[in-house]
């Protein structure tokens, strides 16, 4: 049973209150400087670029919409109903298909993993932001999305990024705009240990294929108007092998 009701509500508190303007959430940063970076790393490794494509804690959307833009078929799904109202008001083409699900839920991915049969994955962000005890469930859960013919790309603000954003929370003027309300959400970031990633993936069974870092850029500023980058290190991941 998962352990994310406490983190269920905080998400949904988080959400409720964000604006839905483009930007204004911390790490809600253009595609351009985002997915469409992992992109490059990840679509050579796809094996087939028509399956489902499920963006998995996809939050407004954003990143999830610029993939729709490339994929046939993508399913954002997420925690939070309110995160995907603003997807869903974000996107009212329908680019792509939103649904809520708990990822750490027992037999949630396997359900889903029937219906859709094998799914590519992009996960960003999570991780280090949902209940601990979840991590290895979430991380289950991609490798029964993807099967033997999915891939996964997941990529997360490294142990690093946890001591940039402890500075900005703690700094004598208060913690930037954009930083508050997920501090005052209790969605505490980043204290995700480099090493426990790789490990994750391996207890799930799957075979990191490829990693690397990036800086994640989010959409803060400091105080001297330098936009504030967080180092994330990112993987990509099957079962097949
Ligand atoms: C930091 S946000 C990132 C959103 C999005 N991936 C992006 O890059 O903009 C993390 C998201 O993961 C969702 N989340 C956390 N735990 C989850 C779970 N167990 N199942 C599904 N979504 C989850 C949260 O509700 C939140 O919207």
Redesign the pocket.
């Known amino acids: 049973m ?1 352990v ?1 009701r406490r ?1 269920r509500e905080a ?1 949904e508190g988080f ?1 409720r209150e964000a604006p839905g303007e483009a930007g204004e959430v911390f ?2 940063a253009d595609p351009r400087v985002t997915a469409a970076l992992h992109l490059a790393y990840f679509e050579p490794h796809l094996t087939d670029a028509e399956l489902a494509l499920v ?6 959307g ?2 999830t919409r610029y993939l729709a833009d490339r994929f046939p078929r993508v399913l954002g ?4 109903a309110a ?1 995907l109202d603003h997807a869903r008001h974000a996107d009212p083409a329908g680019l792509a298909a939103y649904r809520l ?4 839920e027992k037999g949630a991915a396997e359900t889903l993993h029937a219906e859709l049969g094998d799914a590519n994955v992009y ?4 991780l280090h ?2 209940e601990p005890a ?1 991590r290895q469930p ?1 991380v289950d859960a991609i490798a029964a999305l993807v099967g033997t013919r999915g891939r996964a790309f997941l990529v997360e603000p490294s142990e690093a990024a946890g001591l940039v954003l402890g500075a900005l929370a703690q700094s004598p003027d208060g913690p930037p705009p954009k930083l508050a309300p997920i501090l005052r959400h209790g969605i505490a970031p980043g204290d995700v240990a480099d090493d426990a990633v790789p490990e994750y993936l391996r207890t799930a069974g799957l075979t990191i294929l490829s990693y690397g870092e990036l800086p994640l850029t989010t959409t803060e500023f400091t105080p001297d108007g330098t936009r504030i980058k967080l180092p994330s290190q990112w993987f990509v991941a099957t079962r097949a092998m």
């Open positions: 998962s994310t983190y998400w959400w790490w809600d963006d998995l804690g996809c939050g407004n954003t990143q799904v997420d925690l939070a995160a699900l708990d990822a750490a996960m960003r962000g999570v932001q949902c979840d979430l």
